[in-house]
């Protein structure tokens, strides 16, 4: 990463705190498996009991986004992931995905559904959870964002228990969310037995793609990874 800039040595609408900029194998979503660059924005609204990139609550070093996309390009990818923290709680997240856009970059965002989802370049793949009871914050989200999903989009369920499960299969059909976007359940890593899931939706027939965080058979929570 280039040095630690001040604040204010940057124009506002040029400026995002970053926590870090990695290359690593993408661990989840539809693109899973393919070598990807992670830019992953300081700070999150939420705190959802399972997180494991508390670290990105705060700290961080402001970049421009021309540091970024030079960051990024010197790991000449083809895909790049915007995450957090909470990537749209910065507002020149939206720029700085349409500059992604604009480099060539296959350009996806994790985002985790409190905060809406419009106002980005049409050519980027959103990955928007609805958080579970189990998170602790399904209190917060934002269900108005399930209108706004495409085909190209997923919707994902971190999946902490049984009840965690039920309300996810709920929300499937209640929502026919399988007929909007790709819908992806995923064990809370520690929490639940991915085997226990798998079991589930096959027995339930449902329309969803059961996802492994490969990341963490790889390297576990090794941040930067
Ligand atoms: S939304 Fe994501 S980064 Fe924020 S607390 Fe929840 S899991 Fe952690």
Redesign the pocket.
Known sequence: MPPKQHRDELPADQRLRITEIFHSIQGEADSVGWPTVFVRLTG?????G?????Y??DGGSWMSIQDILASVAAYAPHYVTIT???PLAQKNCIRLLACLCDAGYRVSIET?G?LPITGMDERVIRIM?L?TPG?G?CGRNLYENILQLRRQDQVKF?ICDRRDYEWSRHMLREHTLDERCQVLFSPSHEQLRAVELADWILADRLAVRLQLQIHKYLWGNMPGH
Not at 44 to 48: E, G, I, S, V
Not at 50 to 54: E, P, R
């Open positions: 999150c609204p939420l705190r959802c399972y997180c494991d990139t508390a990105a609550f957090g923290g909470e985790g409190s959870d958080k998170s914050e971190v």
